[in-house]
């Protein structure tokens, strides 16, 4: 569109534009007062307390560092634990390339 047709149609749509424009305005409004409202009652609702205790119980529970001598005994009561339950495949070695006319044989 050239600059004077645009112009022009700017001119004749200017109230559509503008409707347009404040549905949009408004829209976002209404999102941003309801985040607004979540936020609110979610801090009415907060119980700082309840937080605390919270955090010193998932502290407690926390699982103590193991030294270098208690894993290893851990990986040898796994060991003899699962030694039983291993099954070895022996593999079979057989040729992987079966006798093809393209493959040269060898003299044995």
């Given at each position: 569109?050239k ?10 749509m200017l109230?559509?534009?503008r409707?347009v424009?404040l549905?949009r305005?408004?829209?976002?409004e209404?999102?941003f007062r ?5 936020k609110i ?8 307390e309840k937080?605390v205790?919270?955090?010193f ?9 193991m ?19 291993t099954?070895?495949?022996k ?12 493959v ?5």
């Open positions: 569109m600059k004077h047709q645009l112009r022009k149609f700017r001119k004749r109230a559509l534009i409707r424009r549905q305005e408004i829209k976002k209404k999102l309801a985040e607004l409202l979540t009652k979610e801090a009415e609702n907060f119980d700082a937080y205790n919270n955090i119980k998932t502290i407690d529970s926390k699982p103590k560092e030294s270098k001598r208690e894993r290893f005994e851990q990986t040898l009561d796994l060991i003899r634990k699962y030694r039983s339950n099954h070895l495949v593999p079979k070695y057989e040729d992987p390339v079966p006798d093809h006319p393209y040269p044989k060898t003299k044995e």
